[in-house]
């Protein structure tokens, strides 16, 4: 496929994943216990998409990091933040309940949604403290883009384009899925048909 297939359908994903309205918010904070995002995929990435030109520092410290977006991100999705560094969301430990952790080793393919995370020194990250970000949306070869902050010499909250496979691991939330969005996301083989 060439660049602008890929184009083209990146861009199809992303409208269809952003492309329903959405009446008023509907993040609580209820959820904790379960893992399961208090809201749908669809108004998570909007939300995301919402916070590009913005400087989050959630902690109050070390100005906006990109785990700070990752704080607001969890707190978005009610199930609380974990704290940490970017390069700790490749371990299990502080994992929400039912949310998976799929490594790019074993071949993971990037959802619109998930958390993607480097460890310190991969493809180029040059802290040792890792780097996370919010997956924007895929190509079908696994080209992806990836709503983050304090990446590259904007520390701001940017959308950048990442190649297939160039990333540590994903934390995948166990979304509730719309049957439109799965039959959406199965053409992608991101996830079963029901
Ligand atoms: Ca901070």
Same mark, same amino acid.
């Given at each position: 496929? @060439?660049?602008?297939? #890929?184009? =083209?359908? #990146?861009? =199809?994903?992303?409208?269809?994943?952003?492309?329903?309205?959405?009446? *008023?918010?509907?993040? &609580?904070?209820?959820?904790?216990? !379960?893992?399961?995002?208090?809201?749908? #995929?669809?108004? &998570?990435?909007?939300?995301?998409? $919402?916070?590009?030109?913005?400087?989050?520092?959630?902690?109050?410290?070390?100005? =906006?990091?990109?785990?700070?977006?990752?704080?607001?991100?969890?707190?978005?999705?009610?199930?609380?933040?974990?704290?940490?560094?970017?390069?700790?969301?490749?371990? $299990?430990?502080?994992?929400?309940?039912?949310?998976?952790?799929?490594? &790019?080793? $074993? *071949?993971?393919?990037?959802?619109?949604?998930?958390?993607?995370?480097?460890?310190?020194?991969?493809?180029? #990250?040059?802290?040792?403290?890792?780097?996370?970000?919010?997956?924007?949306?895929?190509?079908?070869?696994? @080209?992806?883009?990836?709503?983050?902050?304090?990446?590259?010499?904007?520390?701001?909250?940017?959308? @950048?384009?990442?190649? &297939?496979?160039?990333?540590?691991?994903?934390?995948?939330?166990?979304?509730?899925? !719309? $049957? =439109?969005?799965?039959?959406?996301?199965?053409?992608? *083989?991101?996830? @079963?048909?029901?």
């Amino acid at each position: 496929m @060439n660049k602008h297939g #890929i184009t =083209a359908l #990146i861009a =199809a994903l992303a409208v269809f994943l952003l492309s329903f309205s959405f009446g *008023g918010s509907a993040c &609580a904070k209820e959820k904790k216990e !379960t893992g399961k995002p208090a809201c749908s #995929i669809q108004e &998570a990435l909007q939300w995301a998409r $919402d916070r590009k030109g913005e400087y989050i520092d959630m902690d109050g410290a070390y100005g =906006a990091q990109c785990v700070d977006l990752i704080y607001a991100y969890y707190e978005r999705l009610g199930v609380g933040r974990r704290g940490g560094n970017g390069a700790d969301y490749q371990y $299990d430990e502080k994992l929400p309940k039912g949310w998976e952790r799929l490594n &790019a080793d $074993d *071949g993971a393919f990037p959802m619109p949604g998930d958390v993607v995370v480097w460890a310190g020194g991969a493809y180029g #990250i040059s802290s040792s403290c890792g780097h996370v970000g919010i997956v924007h949306s895929v190509s079908k070869k696994g @080209n992806f883009k990836v709503i983050e902050q304090n990446y590259g010499a904007d520390r701001s909250v940017t959308i @950048n384009p990442h190649k &297939a496979g160039e990333f540590t691991c994903l934390l995948r939330p166990n979304w509730s899925l !719309t $049957d =439109a969005v799965r039959h959406e996301l199965a053409k992608y *083989g991101l996830v @079963n048909e029901k």
